[in-house]
């Protein structure tokens, strides 16, 4: 009898054991996997809150002047892109009024790039360019910067 009341005991001991174990075990992974998840959404907010202030330094850049240029935008973005490792490719799409759309064009051949103008897309979606539709506006994207990574895949 006496045995097997030490072998209870051993076994009631070892299940104690092995539950206090398997508990602070648990509460150590619930408490890493906390303090990581908080880490991350910290970072994700402070790079949220940096490209806003991007968002903000863009319009504040686009409002100082009523006659910003392909080349203006394209130093400002160039400075972004090299601060902010979140944000890939900054486009400056303006709206060109039908009545614009000669100088608009005649100002982008002054810009180094010859030949340029207005092209929409064509019936397959856009690998096929049609001449510009008349319309009483338009959004263009013909200035977009990409970072130095994305432009060497492009290449």
Same mark, same amino acid.
Request: aromatic content about 6%.
């Given at each position: 009898?006496?045995?097997?009341?030490?072998? +209870?005991?051993?076994? @009631? #001991?070892?299940? $104690?054991?092995? !539950?206090?174990?398997?508990?602070?075990?648990?509460? &150590?992974?619930? %408490?890493?996997?906390?303090?990581?998840?908080?880490?991350?959404?910290?970072?994700?907010?402070?790079?949220?809150?940096?490209?806003?202030? +991007?968002?903000?330094? @863009? #319009?504040?850049? $686009?409002?100082? !002047?009523?006659?910003?240029t392909r080349l203006d935008? &394209?130093?400002? %973005?160039?400075?972004?892109?090299?601060?902010?490792?979140?944000?890939?490719?900054?486009?400056?799409?303006?709206?060109?009024?039908?009545?614009?759309?000669?100088?608009?064009?005649?100002?982008?051949?002054?810009?180094?790039?010859?030949?340029?103008?207005?092209?929409?897309?064509?019936?397959?979606?856009?690998?096929?360019?049609?001449?510009?539709?008349?319309?009483?506006?338009?959004?263009?994207?013909?200035?977009?910067?990409?970072?130095?990574?994305?432009?060497?895949?492009?290449?």
């Amino acid at each position: 009898m006496p045995v097997l009341v030490t072998l +209870l005991c051993g076994i @009631t #001991a070892s299940a $104690l054991a092995t !539950s206090a174990a398997r508990n602070w075990e648990g509460a &150590r992974l619930r %408490a890493e996997t906390a303090r990581r998840a908080a880490a991350l959404v910290e970072r994700v907010r402070r790079q949220a809150e940096v490209n806003l202030q +991007l968002v903000e330094a @863009t #319009a504040a850049f $686009l409002g100082a !002047s009523d006659d910003v240029t392909r080349l203006d935008f &394209r130093d400002f %973005a160039k400075v972004a892109l090299a601060k902010l490792d979140t944000v890939r490719a900054i486009a400056w799409a303006p709206i060109v009024r039908s009545s614009e759309r000669g100088q608009m064009e005649q100002r982008a051949r002054e810009d180094r790039l010859p030949g340029f103008t207005f092209l929409d897309a064509g019936p397959d979606g856009g690998s096929s360019r049609l001449p510009f539709a008349r319309r009483t506006s338009r959004s263009t994207m013909w200035n977009r910067w990409k970072s130095p990574l994305l432009l060497e895949g492009a290449i």
